[in-house]
């Protein structure tokens, strides 16, 4: 009888042990959507595409809240998620896009690829800044502008790409995405008056950005953008005196620093020119949001000029 005993006793541990690993298991499991995935590039672009697909789709983001494009490697889970993906849709022209395209193809020959600035009108040479024209250049190509979500006519259309793509990936859902966006344009174009409206009074007016990703809003709405760095790094001390002269020419009075760019020799610019600095992040999920706080901080610094 103790024998039997310990033996059910051992029976009811090894029981209890299997049956932990099958609901941690479940659990797992029940975290994944089960839904097909597609994986987006930025923040924006995912707040877009969730807007659209609704729960027919997984929207999985390669960067994270706050993280730099600019210095951006995939991880191996980030690797794995494009494995799992049903498509990837480009922003268009970031760095480490070509390269995640690459691998991939590499490891799901099946996966569909889309880009999403089709149809935009692109900007070039908005990352040359001032200072590079003072180097000579002979046969230089200027390279295009990848912040076309930062404008609300691009949003528009960036919107519209993507629910091509998820039509002709999930066309028996395609009235439901075509709705969707509907709403979603509505939205778009609601945002876009609202900005012309309060941008209206200062148009034809500069403001200072170090990273220069604010071309597409400047151009949205007759302003004029300032670049502070120099091909991604602080400037040389060579052209520093030239930039800053220029700067102030431009009667500037607010400058937009994007946190994840480190610089001190921003903060002493900033000084040097009286402007005010102000905090953005261009990468932001609540795009829409961002855009609004741009306009007022631009609008608001005018309201105080006037006062």
Known sequence: ?????????????????????????VACTSKSSGRPVITVSIQPQKYLLEHIVGKHFEVICLLSQG????????????????EKSKAYFLIGNIGFEMAIVDKAKKNN??????????NIDIIYGSHS?????????AGHKHESDPHIWTSAVNARIIATNMCNAVCELDPAHAPYYKKRLGELCKQIDTL??????QLKPIEGDAFIVWH??????ARDYGLKQITMEY?????????????????KACNARIFFFQKEFDSRQAESINQELGTKMVTINPMNYNWDTELKHIADALTSEENNRAE
Request: aromatic content about 10%.
């Open 192 to 197: 876009d008056a609202q900005l012309r409206e």
């Open 67 to 82: 993280s730099n494009p600019e210095t951006y490697e995939p991880s191996m889970n980030h690797l794995m998620n494009l």
């Open 231 to 247: 091909e991604g790094k602080e400037i040389p001390a060579k052209y520093l005196k030239t930039e800053i002269d220029s700067a």
């Open 129 to 137: 800044g001032i200072a590079h024209s003072h180097e000579e250049h």
């Open 212 to 217: 220069p990703s604010l071309s597409y809003f």
């Open 109 to 118: 020959p099946d996966i569909k690829i889309y880009d999403n600035s089709a």
């Open 1 to 25: 009888m103790k024998i039997t005993t310990r033996f059910l006793y051992k029976y009811l541990a090894s029981f209890a042990i299997v049956l932990a690993a099958i609901m941690a298991l």
